[in-house]
């Protein structure tokens, strides 16, 4: 799941969160503005059984995926949009 904060200008804060269990392990958010580097943006566990990790990001289309442990890639069906590259986050 997704959850877009504005912020003051144009950026805004992105926070990811997934449930702590599904899927187990360590789980990176990695994308075009992090360098595609698993652990810059790792997932932490939260209240409630979720875990989350916010990223601010400029205006534009992001591209990014899930990176768990074991090298399991998957996207986030609350992308704006899902391809073949993976998923599309536009702001």
Do not use: C
């Amino acid at each position: 799941m997704l959850r877009r904060t504005p912020l003051f200008g144009t950026k805004a804060r992105i926070t990811f969160t997934l449930p702590v269990d599904q899927p187990a392990g360590i789980v990176s958010v990695v994308g075009d503005f992090n360098d595609w580097s698993p652990g810059r943006h790792e997932l932490r566990t939260r209240r409630h059984g979720m875990r989350t990790v916010s990223v601010i990001l400029p205006p534009g289309t992001h591209r990014f995926r899930y990176l768990a442990t074991g090298g399991v890639w998957f996207d986030d069906e609350s992308a704006d949009h899902i391809d073949q590259d993976g998923s599309l986050l536009r702001l």
